[in-house]
């Protein structure tokens, strides 16, 4: 199993939909969890950290459900601006320094 | 406040030219990433710091050295360049070790 995957989509979707995006992690020492955001040929930004059991920040909502090892990403209302490549990162364990990215899920929002 | 800041942005090389990407961030960040991100593959760990004078292997280091011998400046260096080298080389720092990442803009190498 690898460490992160992601369905890479592309998800299409119209402006004003809810859309959700799911990211299994392997390593179940993982502690903290990011969900970034890339636009095309750009660096990643942080999108949104989760340290529980889940975050919301206005129209984005995370969760994470450790007993399925996954974590979710919704997306309602969705704006032209929500296009980009949602990628997520799990941290490893106590002592790890290392982030491993997932490949990401692709989103385009139609208008 | 400029956060990541990466040299130079684009650069093209022949096969067996060596060159040296500066990253730099002003945040008073410990630790200090190399990323690599090629298409299909995702960002791939090539190097990382978590210090000043100290520097670990990542996912796929070989070809590539770093020094970290100032707390604000990390450096990824190709000794002898190869065409599987051609790539996006993101620099990253992070305040802790589970901290997030801030990225810098990137460096497109190509290298013929």
């Known amino acids: 199993r690898k460490e992160v995957e992601q369905d890479p989509g592309p998800f299409n979707v119209p402006e004003g939909a809810t859309v959700a995006f799911n990211c299994t992690y392997s390593?179940?020492?993982?502690?903290?969890f990011f969900w970034y955001r890339q636009d095309c040929r750009k660096e990643p930004k942080l999108l949104m950290s989760v340290y529980s059991s889940g975050n919301e920040d206005g129209r984005f909502t995370a969760q994470l459900n450790r007993a399925s090892q996954y974590i979710s990403l919704l997306i309602r209302d969705s704006k032209l601006s929500d296009s980009a490549t949602y990628l997520c990162v799990p941290k490893g364990g106590a002592g790890s320094y290392q982030l491993t990215f997932g490949k990401g899920t692709k989103l385009s929002v139609i208008p | 406040n400029a956060g990541v800041t990466q040299t130079p942005k684009f650069r093209v090389l022949k096969t067996g030219q060596s060159m040296t990407l500066l990253c730099a961030q002003d945040?008073?960040?410990?630790?200090m990433y190399w990323y690599r991100q090629d298409p299909g593959m995702g960002l791939r760990l090539i190097h990382y710091s978590v210090g000043e004078g100290t520097t670990a292997k990542g996912e796929v280091p070989d070809g590539y050295n770093v020094s970290r011998l100032k707390k604000q400046n990390f450096l990824l260096g190709l000794e002898s360049a190869a065409p599987s080298q051609t790539s996006v080389y993101f620099c990253?720092?992070?305040?802790?070790?589970?901290?997030?990442?801030?990225f810098g803009n990137g460096t497109r190498l190509t290298v013929t």
């Open positions: 945040m008073n960040h410990e630790y």
């Open positions: 390593n179940s020492a993982s502690q903290s």
């Open positions: 990253a720092s992070s305040w802790q070790g589970n901290s997030p990442l801030h």
